[in-house]
Every structure is written in structure tokens, then in C-alpha cells.
């Protein structure tokens, strides 16, 4: 099978984690007590706690680095927020994807079909011996392969209207920006 295969699938899984983080992200917002596009950066600046609950979602949150890791109280659902540059949350992480397409295959198909493949080409490498044998090496030549047909850009640091920022020093918010602005996102073209 080739990665042209799955890029209908990938792209569809890609659009189903950015949703989920959509929602995920306002009920954070609002236990945090500040605006949507202010969480990346208050977490660097260390406004508020580092873990907690998600009481509606029945999620708990644990910030570290530059991410948001978010767990159903059960552990079977997983959920990375990468943020990029600006805060935003349509960025990924390939460890990110990867434990999303896992913990939520059961509930969309294209993350069904995408861990399908994962699957079925993990087992096939085995009986042929291919040294990149597991399912997040798979993913990561996926998204290469997605990367160099135009499919998926790095969401590269562009300087921001930063008057709306005020209440954080600019200087640390471009270091900030600059330090996620590798994290991959979908191409709209």
C-alpha cells in the first residue's frame, strides 16, 4: 500500500484531532479563567496550576514544555495540545496524532482506517524484516511523505499584531512563538 493510500484518511483524522481540541480547549479556557488564544502563553508565564480537572469532560489536564496533555479520568482517551505560534492549537506533534488515532479509533472512521494501516504495515515490514518497524515510524514516514507534497507545513513563527498582548512581555512571547513554530499543520491550499 502506498502513503498515497491514506492521505484522504490522514488529512480527515488530522481535521477530527483539531475539532476535538476545539472543544477540549473552551472547557479548558474556562476552568483556567482566561481567553482561548491566552492559554499558551499564560501557561509560560506560569498563571496558573499545572494539572488539574476538566469537571464537565470527565478529563484531567497536565501542562509541560510547550504542550498540554490532556487524559480522560479512565485513561483511555489521550489528547496532546501542541500549541504553536499566536496560541494556536490546529498544530500537531506526531507523538501527538499518533496517541490520538489510538485512544479514539473506535469513534471516527478515518482514525480507524489510518490505524488500520499502521497496523497492516507494521506486520508486513515484520515478515520482510524493514528496520523502521513500528506504527509511530510508519506514521512519521506518512507525514514526511505529506510534507513534501505540499499536504502539511511547519506553522513557521510570523511576527504578530502583539498590542493585543499586553499583559505579557513581547520579547518572551516571540521567544515563545519562535521555540513551537516547527510544529506541522494542514495546508489550506
Known amino acids: 500500500m502506498t502513503p498515497d493510500h491514506n492521505i484522504t484518511s490522514t488529512l480527515a483524522a488530522l481535521d477530527y484531532y483539531t475539532h476535538t481540541k476545539q472543544v477540549i480547549i473552551k472547557d479548558l479556557s474556562e476552568v483556567l479563567g482566561c481567553e482561548q488564544d491566552d492559554i499558551f502563553y499564560s501557561w509560560c508565564f506560569r498563571k496558573f496550576k499545572q494539572h488539574g480537572e476538566l469537571v464537565k469532560l470527565d478529563y484531567i489536564y497536565f501542562f509541560h514544555g510547550y504542550e498540554c496533555d490532556i487524559r480522560s479520568k479512565d485513561k483511555s482517551q489521550y489528547i496532546r495540545i501542541d500549541f504553536g505560534p499566536g496560541g494556536r492549537i490546529d498544530t500537531f506533534s506526531e507523538w501527538g496524532?499518533?496517541?490520538?488515532?489510538?485512544?479514539?479509533?473506535?469513534?471516527n472512521s478515518a482514525l480507524l482506517s489510518l490505524h488500520e494501516y499502521l497496523i497492516k504495515t507494521v506486520e508486513t515490514r515484520s515478515r520482510s524484516e524493514t528496520s523502521n518497524n513500528s506504527e509511530r515510524d510508519i506514521l512519521s514516514e506518512l507525514i514526511d511523505y505529506m510534507k513534501k507534497d505540499g499536504y502539511l507545513y511547519q506553522a513557521f513563527y510570523e511576527p504578530l499584531n502583539y498590542e493585543n498582548?499586553?499583559?505579557?512581555?513581547?520579547?518572551?512571547?516571540?521567544?515563545?512563538?519562535?521555540a513551537v513554530s516547527n510544529r506541522l499543520i494542514i495546508s489550506t491550499d
Open 97 to 107: 496524532l499518533y496517541n490520538f488515532v489510538v485512544s479514539f479509533k473506535s469513534q
Open 165 to 178: 498582548k499586553l499583559n505579557f512581555p513581547v520579547d518572551e512571547i516571540k521567544y515563545f512563538d519562535e
